[in-house]
């Protein structure tokens, strides 16, 4: 089968470069294994029935003996043997060696299960599903990283190939790898709905041995979906979910939230909070976001036929699929991303930071006609900014080295205010 490039194989590589051991961490299904295939040389498998009992019980006894093989070694889904985080940084310690381990894992790390963070050793890196660029769907027309080294780049004409109905498609099929290779729509469909049905019935309790109720957990995704990319409070959720679990408390929803975190299902964004506005006027919450939007699309039980009487509804799923592939996109750039937010209503949907400091203020708007609202939103951030700028001028903060408007439209352009409009499906790394 036509292997689909990632940018994690980029960025897996510069890790193995750089360190003795590299964790590919991220929600299940979205490719860690094959991935991580790739560069592997020798791979272990503990998912695997025929062997799991006896791998398992090497790795309580003498976890040493399953690091033996080629490198770099790949041990997959680690985390049902704790003991082999702590082997391989004692290992990667005695062979003083880059690239020695590709270790992948569908839940974050627990402390309390290893001995060593592994800082120094073992790096991280986080994988998402697919992006549309990755999914073949996007041109790639517009470079993130090359509008960062040159602002100005023209971008006049670059083209969108997906209408707004194939966008809806895109979304509720998701960027799990297994349905964008799958030509048939039904499997396609099908993937977002297995995944959440698999992540209720089985990995929200197996994640810690903490038994978790199934339907609850289906309850909160659906009022996470129907909150998405919203500033909603967790009351809000709490008040939601209570309306069919009464006796659901505060507690016990944080629980089901951090486990749904330490999943990668839920990867809401924080607050950019500049000095441009007063402390108490400016939204601190975090922005209800998922890994893929196929998942609120699979919580609400929607289908594409269905979003497409309610773009209000898709709106909201459209910037969900835009903060999933600006993460991508970012990462090569050790980008990160937040959002900003007062109670005037001046909002940027996101705030994209690199390593370097630069940064990119980011409207996502479905329709053409939201454009002229979405860049004046971040015009008059960066206006906020110089007027700032003019009366602190011993402690100045940047301005945007970018103010984009991401669009669900046919085609670039840059407006005579330079504010530049993307389309999503233009868009690469």
Known sequence: MDYFFR????????????????LIEGPKWCGKTTTGMQQAASVLRLQDPDTRDA?????????????????????DEWQMAPKLWDAV??????????????LTGSNSIDSTE?????????????????????????????????????PNADIDGAVSKMSVEQLIYAACRGGWPAAVVSFNPRTQLNTARNYVDSLCANDVSSLDGV?????????????????LSTLAKKSSILQDVSATFETVSM????????????????????????????????????????????????????TPRMLEMDLKTFGFIFENMVIRDLRVYSQAMRGSLSYYHDRYGLEADAVLRIGDG???????????????????????????I???????????????????????GPMAYTREDGVKVIPLAALKS
């Open 7 to 22: 940018q994690s194989d980029d960025l897996l590589q510069e890790h193995l470069e750089s360190s003795g051991a590299v």
């Open 114 to 150: 290893v001995m060593h963070t592994g800082t120094g050793r073992i790096s991280r890196m986080v994988m998402y599903p697919m992006s549309l660029y990755e999914s073949r769907e996007s041109t790639g027309e517009v470079s993130l990283s090359e509008l960062f080294a040159n």
């Open 211 to 227: 038994q978790r109720n199934g339907e609850l957990t289906r309850a909160i995704l659906r009022s996470y979906a129907r909150n």
């Open 358 to 384: 630069r940064f990119a203020l980011i409207e996502c708007k479905l329709g053409s006609h939201q454009i002229e609202e979405g860049a004046a939103h971040l015009l008059k951030i960066r206006d906020l």
């Open 386 to 408: 110089r007027a700032y700028n003019a009366k602190e001028q011993q402690v100045p903060l940047r301005e945007p080295d970018l103010m984009m408007v991401i669009t669900g």
């Open 55 to 75: 791998f398992l019980e090497t790795a309580r006894t003498k976890p040493s003996l399953l690091l033996r093989g080629d490198t770099p070694r790949m041990i």
């Open 251 to 302: 507690p016990t929803l944080d629980d089901y939230l951090l486990a749904l975190q330490r999943l990668f299902v839920i990867q809401d964004i924080p607050a950019w909070s500049p000095a441009i506005r007063s402390a108490s006027s400016i939204r601190s919450g975090m922005k209800r976001e998922f890994c893929d939007p196929s998942i609120a699309v699979a919580a609400l039980q929607l």
């Open 89 to 102: 940084r004692v290992a990667v310690d005695d062979r003083q060696a880059m690239g020695q381990f590709i």
